[in-house]
């Protein structure tokens, strides 16, 4: 089955993003991201390990009346390396971009050491270094390799 | 060095490290001849936690060099007592002194200081994270006792949340060592130290017990294992005496080693060394005057 083969299983939307290429498993993590949770009212489909010519099992999200800001793509790129972006306009693909690797995230995660700065209250934005296998709080330099998504501020 | 704050190890490159060494050298040796290096210049101490050492050789420092301080006082009976941001405290702390010495029990809170303040911003140390004054009279001493290049450190005890052990561990990388360091599973250096260390391709080794490397050693480097960070007595119990050192513990060691210790000491060094010349710790306590004359004369 190929990868048009899989699209094709989730509708098509007429003017939105479609995030394709997701880890597969990933696909609710890049709606936390997204911050959607239902109750926006916005038109949301997802596909959920899929069969993908290129990655064995993707998942795809498809939003209906919504573009990513960069800020929201940087943190996607964290959890779904390999994902692609879709702007949707009038159903024609009109850009197309691969997620980038940023040099820093900031204000989108939470550190998760009590004792660091960012969690006492104080008028700052958590500020994350990226690494090539993880991030790096830039106030009290704590490493977080895995489940990043836990740690996506709500 | 063209630093405004000093906030981590990792910002001092070797060339920083021997300007602030060299200078402080010159102040040791004529402590009372730099009053007029900064008469008038006010430092503020703003320290929410204890500290002796760090706080009252800052304060001779400043004094040393013609200056004076002024101090908030303990957390309890100022403004932070009624809920006042850090970041509020300093910005109003800044429009008062010329520096600003901050020791804070929350990681981080120096780097955050730092991004309200224009005045110098000094690191009295943070939490579990970073001392990098300390580091600086750290190196002086080790610079003093056996040179900076081509020696052998151990760095032994609470490698975990001891500050000064992850700010010298940075700094060492500048040079020509190898660290060893030896602590108890559960108070091994922290992931993200040995990250750095990593990245700096220093050469380090990790053990649980000094013996198999403490003749190897030309500096042993002691902290206090901190009994109130084991969240079961029956974990400290089973480490706590396998990382002391007293006399007889010493007999494999070098001649020459030198035994330094951040101070407050418990029980790690026995008082009995405290007479062998090998015993640095107290000098190294003194050398906090001079380095942080030569740091406050660099930035102010």
Same mark, same amino acid.
């Given at each position: 089955?190929?990868?048009?083969?899989?699209?094709?299983?989730?509708?098509?939307?007429?003017?939105?993003?479609?995030?394709?290429?997701?880890?597969? $498993?990933?696909?609710?993590?890049?709606?936390?991201?997204?911050?959607?949770?239902?109750? $926006?009212?916005?038109?949301?489909?997802?596909?959920?390990?899929?069969?993908?010519?290129?990655?064995?099992?993707?998942?795809?999200?498809?939003?209906? $009346?919504?573009?990513?800001?960069?800020?929201?793509?940087?943190? #996607?790129? #964290?959890?779904?390396?390999?994902?692609?972006?879709?702007?949707?306009?009038?159903?024609?693909?009109?850009?197309?971009?691969?997620?980038?690797?940023?040099?820093?995230?900031? $204000?989108?995660?939470?550190?998760?050491?009590?004792?660091?700065?960012?969690?006492?209250?104080?008028?700052?934005?958590?500020?994350?270094?990226? #690494?090539?296998?993880?991030?790096?709080?830039?106030?009290?330099?704590?490493?977080?390799?895995?489940?990043?998504?836990?740690?996506?501020?709500? | 060095?063209?630093?405004?704050?000093i906030?981590?190890a990792?910002?001092?490159?070797?060339?920083?490290?021997?300007?602030?060494?060299?200078?402080a050298?010159?102040f040791d040796?004529?402590p009372?001849?730099?009053?007029?290096?900064?008469?008038?210049?006010l430092l503020a101490l703003a320290f929410y936690e204890p500290s002796t050492r760090t706080k009252m050789s800052f304060e001779t420092a400043i004094k040393r060099l013609?200056g004076d301080v002024i101090d908030m006082g303990p957390v309890e009976y100022s403004?932070v007592?009624?809920?006042?941001?850090?970041?509020?405290?300093?910005?109003?702390i800044?429009?008062?002194a010329?520096a600003i010495a901050l020791r804070h029990p929350m990681?981080?809170s120096a780097?955050?200081?730092?991004?309200?303040?224009?005045?110098?911003l000094l690191n009295a140390g943070d939490g579990a994270g970073q001392h990098p004054t300390q580091t600086l009279l750290d190196l002086y001493t080790?610079?003093?006792?056996?040179?900076?290049?081509?020696?052998?450190?151990?760095?032994?005890g609470d490698?975990?949340y001891g500050r000064t052990v992850h700010s010298l561990?940075?700094?060492?990388?500048?040079?020509?060592?190898?660290?060893?360091?030896?602590?108890?599973?559960?108070?091994?250096?922290?992931?993200?130290?040995?990250?750095?260390?990593?990245?700096?391709?220093?050469?380090?080794?990790?053990?649980?017990?000094?013996?198999?490397?403490?003749?190897?050693?030309?500096?042993?480097y002691v902290t206090r294992i901190q009994r109130e960070r084991?969240?079961?007595?029956?974990?400290?119990?089973?480490?706590?005496?396998?990382?002391?050192?007293?006399?007889?513990?010493?007999?494999?060691?070098?001649?020459?080693?030198?035994i330094m210790h951040p101070l407050p000491r418990v029980d790690e060094i026995d008082p009995?060394i405290d007479?062998?010349?090998?015993a640095t710790y107290f000098e190294q306590a003194h050398n906090g005057v001079p380095v942080r004359m030569a740091i406050l004369?660099?930035?102010?």
């Amino acid at each position: 089955m190929t990868d048009i083969d899989t699209e094709l299983r989730v509708s098509k939307i007429q003017n939105g993003t479609v995030i394709d290429h997701v880890t597969g $498993g990933e696909a609710l993590h890049v709606l936390s991201i997204i911050g959607i949770d239902g109750s $926006g009212g916005e038109t949301v489909s997802v596909g959920i390990n899929v069969p993908s010519d290129r990655l064995g099992r993707k998942d795809i999200v498809k939003v209906e $009346g919504r573009e990513l800001s960069q800020s929201e793509v940087d943190v #996607l790129s #964290l959890i779904a390396p390999d994902a692609t972006i879709n702007i949707i306009r009038e159903y024609e693909v009109t850009e197309k971009q691969c997620v980038e690797r940023p040099e820093e995230v900031t $204000g989108v995660l939470e550190c998760p050491n009590p004792n660091c700065i960012t969690n006492a209250g104080e008028p700052v934005d958590t500020r994350f270094e990226v #690494l090539s296998d993880g991030v790096r709080c830039e106030y009290c330099d704590t490493i977080i390799r895995e489940d990043l998504t836990e740690h996506i501020k709500s | 060095m063209r630093h405004d704050h000093i906030i981590t190890a990792k910002q001092l490159s070797r060339e920083d490290i021997e300007a602030v060494l060299d200078r402080a050298a010159e102040f040791d040796a004529d402590p009372g001849a730099a009053l007029d290096r900064h008469p008038g210049k006010l430092l503020a101490l703003a320290f929410y936690e204890p500290s002796t050492r760090t706080k009252m050789s800052f304060e001779t420092a400043i004094k040393r060099l013609g200056g004076d301080v002024i101090d908030m006082g303990p957390v309890e009976y100022s403004s932070v007592k009624k809920g006042e941001s850090l970041a509020d405290t300093v910005r109003v702390i800044e429009g008062y002194a010329d520096a600003i010495a901050l020791r804070h029990p929350m990681e981080g809170s120096a780097t955050m200081a730092s991004q309200f303040v224009d005045v110098p911003l000094l690191n009295a140390g943070d939490g579990a994270g970073q001392h990098p004054t300390q580091t600086l009279l750290d190196l002086y001493t080790i610079r003093e006792q056996a040179g900076l290049d081509d020696i052998t450190i151990g760095i032994m005890g609470d490698l975990k949340y001891g500050r000064t052990v992850h700010s010298l561990a940075h700094a060492l990388t500048n040079f020509d060592t190898r660290q060893h360091f030896i602590s108890p599973e559960s108070l091994k250096l922290p992931r993200n130290v040995r990250y750095d260390l990593h990245e700096e391709g220093a050469q380090v080794r990790e053990h649980d017990s000094l013996d198999e490397i403490l003749p190897e050693l030309d500096v042993l480097y002691v902290t206090r294992i901190q009994r109130e960070r084991f969240p079961d007595e029956n974990e400290y119990q089973k480490v706590a005496g396998q990382f002391t050192i007293d006399v007889e513990t010493l007999e494999s060691a070098d001649d020459d080693l030198t035994i330094m210790h951040p101070l407050p000491r418990v029980d790690e060094i026995d008082p009995a060394i405290d007479d062998l010349d090998n015993a640095t710790y107290f000098e190294q306590a003194h050398n906090g005057v001079p380095v942080r004359m030569a740091i406050l004369d660099m930035l102010l």
